[in-house]
């Protein structure tokens, strides 16, 4: 792979969204346009150089891989066999996106991994885990490791008509004690 090959699949999931200039700027063009910057140097590659490419793949430079400003994130793995590319982004916020990206580089014929498949699989069949944090709690500090085996941090809460059918639908982990209120009875 090179990195032209790179700017042309990452072209595909342009056009599939719509991003700006998808229609009148070249491939790379449309990288420059929609990455914030920290690319690892990839645009100073030589164009068509597959080993300048892998070296710049294996680098593994914080953020060179987002190729959407922050949202969408197309790594690149070189194996043996060639190089496999992994697609993630932000779920909760461009879940329809991601999918329609997802479908478009698979018809054509790009071998990438969808990073959360499984999750917007469960998310739509409605098997995800969703977890509820009490409202004391900064939803950035209530995460994964309060909450194990759920695939959701925050949760809006719905109408008062519906608030029902949700207290039928959750499976209730117990609450253990806070230490901050024990003995405070019997002051």
Not at 73 to 91: I, Y
Not at 158 to 164: A, L, M, N, V, Y
Request: aromatic share 8%; charged share 25%.
């Amino acid at each position: 792979m090179t990195a032209a090959d790179y700017y042309d699949i990452c072209a595909i999931c342009y056009r599939t969204i719509q991003a700006e200039g998808y229609d009148t700027l070249s491939p790379k063009e449309q990288f420059c346009r929609h990455h914030e910057g920290r690319d690892g140097n990839l645009r100073q590659l030589p164009d068509n150089d597959p080993k300048a490419f892998a070296e710049w793949a294996v680098r593994r430079v914080s953020h060179q891989f987002e190729i959407c400003n922050v949202w969408l994130t197309l790594a690149v793995r070189p194996e043996e066999k060639g190089t496999h590319l992994m697609l993630s982004g932000s779920v909760e916020l461009h879940m329809p996106e991601l999918v329609r990206i997802m479908i478009a580089l698979r018809q054509s014929g790009v071998p990438v991994t969808f990073c959360d498949g499984q999750m917007i699989a469960e998310w739509i069949r409605e098997q995800d885990r969703v977890a509820l944090s009490p409202g004391i709690y900064i939803a950035e500090s209530y995460d994964r490791k309060n909450a194990p085996g759920t695939n959701i941090k925050t949760c809006d809460l719905p109408p008062d008509e519906r608030f029902e059918e949700l207290i039928r639908r959750v499976d209730w982990e117990p609450i253990p004690p806070s230490s901050r209120f024990i003995g405070e009875e019997s002051q």
